[in-house]
Structures are given as structure tokens and as C-alpha cells.
């Protein structure tokens, strides 16, 4: 049985709001998600994070790995791999497909490591 996910309080504050700009990724010159409707989540002290609707993505270039790690905030992340042609960034993007209550918002959105990709604000 997974352990009960922590929640997040003035120790650990997560907000989760919607972005006001476009937000375009690209991975090997190409745009593999664009959207009008990403979530910033900011997390403690770490950089923010883009989280983009699935809908919004080409999911031609996502390979799903066999990755999972467990965030006792969120719950369980599930990874992709970005493949276009002989071009691969293993593991670059992440999703929480059933987020924990205070983080459901993500669901159904992906996030990007910022080093594997281009992320843009349009």
C-alpha cells in the first residue's frame, strides 16, 4: 500500500496558477507542445515548473519509459522519453497521471526538464 502523500503547508507551500502567457516547447528545432493554458506550479524553493495540458502536446515525439519516481507531495511521476529521428533526450519530460488532492490539478499535464528541451514564453 503507498504511503499517504504529505501535505503541502508553510513548510513546504505548493501553488499551482494559471500562466497568462503562451508557452511553446521545442525539442530539436521542432514545437512539440504549444499552449495557451499552462499551470505554473511553484514548489518550496525550487524553480517553477510549466506544467502543459496532454492535449496541447504532439505526442508523436513521446516514447513512455518504464521511470517512476514518488514525490510525497504529488505521488507518483511517470516519464518520457522525447525521440525525433536519431535525436533523444531520455527521461526530459514527466506527468502526474493521478496527483495527490492538493496537486490535482496537474493531472493530465505534462512538465519538462528545462535542460532537454527549449521552453519558450510567446
Sequence with gaps: ???ALRSPGPDH???ITP?????????NGKTIADTT???ELKEASYPSVFYIPRDDADMDFFDRTERITHCPYKGDAHYFTLVDGARRADNAVWT???PGEAVAAIAG????????????IV
Design 109 to 120: 499535464h505534462l512538465a519538462f526538464y528545462p535542460d532537454k528541451v527549449e521552453i519558450e
Design 19 to 27: 500562466f497568462s502567457k503562451q508557452v511553446r516547447v521545442k525539442f
Design 96 to 98: 502526474y497521471e493521478t
Design 1 to 3: 500500500m503507498p504511503a
Design 13 to 15: 507551500p505548493i501553488t
Design 37 to 39: 493554458a499552462a499551470l
